[in-house]
C-alpha cells in the first residue's frame, strides 16, 4: 500500500461484490470459494483500501451507487436500496442505533428473497460482509459516536442543485 499503510479490506466484484478483511484475502478467486467468503467475483473489479479508509463510509457509497443503478420495477430492491441508504447515511453521520444492524438485516433477507433480478438479490452483499468482517466498527460508530477513521466525523460535501 502507499505511504506504508496497512491493507485493511479488499472488495471483490463491483458494487454488488463484498467486502473482505485484510486476513481473508489470501484465497483463490473462484466463484465458489469466493462465495464462501461473503463476496463475489462478478465483473471483477478490485477495491483496495488502508487503514485510512471507512468501512461504513465505503458501504454507504456502495449502496449509493446500487440504489441508483436500481431499474425499480420491483419493490424489495427499489426500497430496499433506499431503506439501506437511508440507514447507512445516519449511521456515516453517528446518529445510528444499535437497532439499525438487525434492521439491515432483515431489508438484506427481504432483498434476496424478493427482487425479481440478481441486483435486488445481490444488493445486500456489501453490507452483509463489512458487517461480517467490521462489524466492530459499526458498533463504534453506533455505540461511541465516533468514526475511528474520522472519515465520518469530517465535514461531508453536498452538492446543491444550482438555481439560476
Not at 61 to 84: D, N, T, V, W
Amino acid at each position: 500500500m502507499p505511504d506504508g499503510k496497512a491493507l485493511k479490506l479488499v472488495q471483490t466484484g463491483g458494487p454488488l461484490g463484498g467486502v473482505l478483511g485484510a486476513g481473508n484475502i489470501d484465497i483463490l478467486l473462484d466463484f465458489e470459494i469466493l462465495r464462501s467468503a461473503g463476496a463475489i467475483l462478478g465483473s471483477g473489479g478490485i477495491i483496495a483500501a488502508n487503514e485510512d479508509n471507512c468501512v461504513v463510509d465505503l458501504t454507504r457509497s456502495l449502496i449509493a451507487f446500487c440504489q441508483y443503478e436500481s431499474c425499480g420495477k420491483c419493490f424489495p430492491c427499489r426500497m430496499g436500496m433506499s431503506h439501506l441508504l437511508e440507514v447507512l447515511e445516519r449511521i456515516c453521520r453517528l446518529e445510528g442505533v444499535p437497532e439499525d444492524l438487525d434492521l439491515m438485516r432483515k431489508v438484506g433477507q427481504d432483498m434476496q428473497a424478493g427482487s425479481l433480478c440478481g441486483h435486488g438479490q445481490l444488493g445486500f452483499n456489501p453490507v452483509a460482509s463489512a458487517l461480517r468482517y467490521f462489524g466492530e466498527e459499526f458498533d463504534t460508530h453506533i455505540l461511541d459516536r465516533r468514526c475511528p477513521t474520522e472519515v465520518c466525523s469530517a465535514p461531508r460535501f453536498s452538492p446543491v442543485a444550482s438555481r439560476r
